[in-house]
């Protein structure tokens, strides 16, 4: 298909070849290395005497028989109890992520059927929510919810988090929704469908690839949230990344900073899994908006 | 649609908006002019066998009615906004007054936490942003140009830094340059001194924490370029090059030109991230050296004295900021909605 004049001379391609290298150095090493040195103990991970320690790991050997330890992971999942965390991180993305689409669905698509002009402001409106910072809007959730008595347990930071996500989902699926031809749902209502039941029979079958796109989004709102759940969960409820925060204060203290690192290595575990299986949703949710907009 | 169906569907969304993010604005706003009450004092003499002594202590029934009747405090106006933590109107003026030079103005008001703020927000909102859109779009070609199956590999690498949660990503970089970490090491070994810190020197975490800005953003710019090169005309290239274009023209006069509407785009998406950055500054533990206004609020609300009132000055300052930085995008989502109907 290329032509010879489009073939780039050899020293561009490896120019080409070698600057992707540097680039996937720099984008990937930094996991590799952590997720490597965390099966090492604190002095070789943090060697003073010689970086390859880390490699190698000859003090894990002293204390522990082998190259590699589970010790951190142990400390972090079983001593400082972070399995809690790991469970009301699922509770919390599990019921962000349904709760959003679900409401989140039935709002874009009456703004994609809806031709009047309030839907445009409606959309503005939700432009305007997604650009505020969420840790703006924690300063007026505080006093409300302490008079009320719900701060610092997991449905107020649930309910908060998908407020917080709508805009987002809202813009999405209004845009999905548009791109599916009006004529389907027209032709269930003139068959005698209300709108709903149109809704519900015609269009939810077609949804779900723009649907899983949205859902992959607002669960990474919900399990990469700091500002949100740091501030508004006690600490018996924290979720993995406020938690991880937490250790930071209370580790470095006792020398276990191979705790956290654990812990930061299994809270990026599950995102790896996430790119891996849903790389192609992703890039296409990464691009809506841009090339439309 | 009618008005009426619309109403329903779109209820539980707007609700959910109008509780949870118009009403906290409000509820921002007013905390931010009002002040926690005073403690009530009451006078009592205490007579004893050694003669009166008259005291002031706190009446706590008192002070416990008025803060359960008016829970919102008394009201203030802009006191808040203008006291020493915002915008500290009275510093900068006595500095001004005092100072005789221009750089020990801006040095003086280094000091005041707010500008300090402002000062590390804005560099590293308009150093990031530039950076990692021309790194995503250099990024974006290199890829373009290889093979199909080494693609998929790349893309997939390159949204790690992307998708991790900054607090986690920062975590990691911070591990590695620590001065006992492998980056931090060679770094010693290049300036060859071997108690080189990047945490101890403020202008390094501040390199520091624009390079993290740029490696967390990069891999957004790159795929948004990179969607946008799937759909580069190809006669506009062979055009070109009919009429002698060097592949360094090809990329200036036909590639940037066709990318330019998705550069604006990744432009304003970044300016408003960048400028609400403050995970970062907690992960790389740079308080001292860095802060932002995200961070100061995140620093008011925390800790054992919530500060409800600076904070929410704080935030409605952080939100004046991100409307500023907003108005752009409105203004061409005006335009293109006005030029369909």
Sequence with gaps: MASKAQTPPLALRAATYGFVAVWLTLAAFPFLWTLWGSFKVELDFFSITNWTDALTGPRTQETHGSAFTGAGYEGAWVQEEFWRAAINTFIVCFFVVCTSLTIGTLGGYALSRSGFRYTFWLLITALIFRAMPPITLVAGYMLPFFEWNVWGILPTTIIVLVAINQPFTLWMLHSFFQNIPKELDESAKVDGCTQFQAFRHVIVPVMWPGVITTGLFSFLLAYNDFAVTSMLLSESNRTMVPEIAAFLGTTYTEGNVMFAVAAVVSATAPLFVLVMVFQRQIVSGLTAGAVKG | ?341
């Excluded at chain 2, 005291?55 to 906004?81: C, H, K, M, N």
């Excluded at chain 2, 990692?132 to 830094?161: C, E, H, M, Q, T």
């Excluded at chain 2, 403020?202 to 891999?219: D, F, R």
């Excluded at chain 2, 533990?285 to 500060?307: K, M, P, V, Y």
């Design chain 2, 1 to 341: 649609m009618k008005h009426r169906t619309f109403f329903w569907f779109f209820l539980p969304t707007g609700l959910a908006m109008l509780l949870f993010i118009a009403a906290p604005i409000v509820s921002v706003v007013l905390q931010s002019v009002h002040t926690p009450h005073e403690a009530v004092l009451i006078e009592v003499e205490n007579c004893g066998p050694f003669g009166c002594t008259t005291e002031t202590i706190i009446d706590q029934e008192a002070t416990a009615e008025i803060r359960a009747e008016r829970p919102l405090g008394r009201f203030v106006g802009w006191d808040i906004y203008l006291d020493r933590g915002h915008l500290a109107v009275a510093e900068v003026g006595a500095l001004w007054s005092e100072t005789d030079s221009i750089s020990a103005f801006v040095s003086g008001l280094g000091n005041l936490p707010f500008y300090r703020a402002m000062a590390f927000t804005l560099t590293y909102t308009f150093a990031c942003t530039p950076l990692l859109i021309a790194l995503g779009l250099v990024i974006a070609l290199a890829v373009n140009a290889l093979n199909r199956r080494l693609k998929g590999l790349v893309i997939f690498f390159s949204l790690l830094p992307m998708i991790v949660t900054p607090l986690v990503g920062s975590l990691i970089l911070f591990w590695m340059v620590d001065s006992r970490g492998i980056i931090g090491n060679f770094l010693q070994w290049l300036a060859n001194d071997p108690d080189l810190s990047l945490k101890a020197s403020t202008p390094l975490t501040w390199v520091m924490l624009i390079v993290y800005g740029v490696w967390h953003s990069a891999p957004f710019a790159f795929v948004v370029f990179y969607a946008g090169l799937q759909t580069l005309p190809k006669d506009q290239i062979e055009a070109a090059q009919i009429d002698g274009a060097s592949r360094w023209d090809q990329v200036r006069f036909v590639v940037i030109p066709h990318l330019m509407p998705l550069v604006t785009f990744v432009a304003l998406i970044q300016l408003m991230d960048n400028f609400r950055m403050f995970e970062p500054i907690v992960g790389f533990n740079a308080a001292a050296h860095a802060t932002s206004l995200s961070w100061i609020i995140f620093n008011d609300l925390g800790g054992e004295t919530r500060q409800l009132s600076a904070a929410a000055a704080t935030s409605v300052i952080t939100i004046v900021g991100v409307a500023i930085l907003l108005s752009p995008v409105l203004v061409r989502t005006w335009r293109d909605f006005r030029s369909k109907t």
